[in-house]
T-cell receptor, first 117, second 115 residues
């Protein structure tokens, strides 16, 4: 069965610290996509990144970077020089396999990040 | 560029009442999803539409729940005879046609509280 595990329930850091959010997944698909979303206190899920399993290159976008390692089924997310505005719940997700290609997402339980000034 | 919108943002109702939520997807997107999120959990899939056709429903979607997407545009999610266990955030998302890896864009959600 497919599964996404975010073992860190809550992380608290002081502003300007670097922080890594872990995501481990299980899938029976040979090709798949992985996603990260941010959910600020307002509640809306904001798309951050989509990664194809073909591409194992790390990706950097400003202060955000993602480390995808197929060998360990992990897709970790690092925020460099964290800011108070980064405080949110972060979710890792992947599409369910089978089910006629609906694309429905399976989410992890989320990691709550608190960045203190 | 208009994103996904949902209405209402908040709904408080008494147990046993019916409620209806609306979702307006991004205009060129033909795939629409409903998810439910309870406190401290990730969103869970409820149902999926491609254009006006409802192609998948989760077992979470009891017979008190019904969703429609007339004309393949906006969608409604109705809960009949609400129960306290229905209290949750109901999220709508849309994506363009293509494949399993399409990015889903989410609306702000409707927070339901059943008293």
């Amino acid at each position: 069965a497919q599964k996404v595990t975010q073992a860190q329930t809550e992380i608290s850091v002081v502003e300007k610290e670097d922080v890594t959010l872990d995501c481990v997944y299980e899938t029976r698909d040979t090709t798949y996509y992985l996603f990260w979303y941010k959910q600020p206190p307002s509640g809306e899920l904001v798309f951050l990144i989509r990664r194809n399993s073909f591409d194992e290159q790390n990706e950097i976008s400003g202060r955000y970077s993602w480390n995808f390692q197929k060998s360990t089924s992990s897709f970790n997310f690092t925020i460099t020089a964290s800011q108070v505005v980064d405080s949110a719940v972060y979710f890792c997700a992947l599409p369910a396999s089978g089910s006629g290609n609906t694309g429905k997402l399976i989410f992890g339980q989320g990691t709550t990040l608190q960045v203190k000034p | 560029d208009t994103g996904v919108s949902q209405d209402p943002r908040h709904k408080i109702t008494k147990r046993g009442q019916n409620v209806t939520f609306r979702c307006d997807p991004i205009s060129e997107h033909n795939r629409l999803y409903w998810y439910r999120q309870t406190l401290g959990q990730g969103p869970e899939f409820l149902t999926y539409f491609q254009n006006e056709a409802q192609l998948e429903k989760s077992r979470l979607l009891s017979d008190r729940f019904s969703a429609e997407r007339p004309k393949g545009s906006f969608s409604t999610l109705e809960i009949q005879r609400t129960e306290q266990g229905d209290s949750a955030m109901y999220l709508c998302a849309s994506s363009a046609a293509g494949g399993r890896g399409d990015t889903q864009y989410f609306g702000p959600g409707t927070r339901l509280t059943v008293l």
